[in-house]
């Protein structure tokens, strides 16, 4: 693990910065606990700074903690994935449904989209793709101005973001792949079929689950 001073405003906001990067990309390995105290020191924080930056990566999924016991990076088995692809598919394709009924695309999902393009250029995997990518599904989602419907995604996504880096880390997906079918996804909304739309999206989200869970299994 990287260590060092962090300068910033708030010195949780960096210290959650840094945590979640390594996270991510499997700095952190899974599996890993993460105290308070060692935190600390390694930041040169104070406890109620670092116990403040691991509630919130706990609440954001990427940590978890038992009972009595310290938070750790989740380790998901193929049960985990196959819920949690679960529950993102359904919440995604009734609002792609939506999108593709309103004829809507958001700016924030081609500005996402074309970062991920740009990533494609360079390399084949890489978990540099895993945040535009999520940009992408969220600003389609949020396009529907929906709240609740904002907040239910907010929080898969948070466990989401694991999953999607570990699938980049495996190399499992090529970033051209996963440009190409949001570019399906985009068209679909654009030419106002709903049912393409939906299609589309699951598709594109049950390859990557298959993949997972297969290098999980």
């Known amino acids: 693990m990287m260590t060092g001073r962090l300068r910033a405003t708030s010195l949780i906001d960096a210290l959650v910065l840094e945590l979640r990067a390594q996270i991510l990309d499997g700095r952190i390995a899974g599996g890993t606990a993460l105290t308070e105290t060692e935190i600390a020191g390694q930041y ?3 406890r109620p700074t670092a116990k403040a930056a691991i509630e919130r990566l ?3 999924g990427l940590l978890r903690r038992g ?3 310290s938070a750790r990076v989740p380790v998901f088995d193929a049960e985990d994935i196959a819920d949690l692809y679960f529950a993102r598919t359904c919440l ?3 609002a792609m449904r939506e999108l593709a009924q309103r004829q809507r695309v958001p700016a924030a999902a081609l500005t996402a989209q074309a970062e991920i393009r740009e ?3 360079g390399e084949d995997s890489s978990v540099a793709a895993v945040e535009p990518d999520v940009h992408f599904h ?3 989602v949020d396009a529907l101005e929906s709240p ?5 995604h907010a929080s898969i996504m948070g466990e989401m973001r694991l999953c999607m880096a570990q699938v980049q880390t495996y190399k499992l997906l090529r970033i051209a792949e996963i440009a190409n079918e949001h570019d399906a996804i985009l068209a679909a909304i654009t030419d106002g079929d709903p049912e393409r739309a939906d299609r589309e999206l699951a598709f ?3 390859r990557a689950s298959e993949q997972l869970r297969t290098r999980t299994g």
């Open 44 to 46: 040169d924080v104070a």
């Open 204 to 206: 594109h989200l049950t």
């Open 67 to 69: 009972a009595h016991k």
């Open 58 to 60: 706990t609440g954001e």
């Open 119 to 121: 990533l494609a250029e």
């Open 138 to 140: 969220q600003s389609l």
């Open 92 to 94: 995604e394709r009734q």
């Open 148 to 152: 609740r419907l904002s907040r239910a």
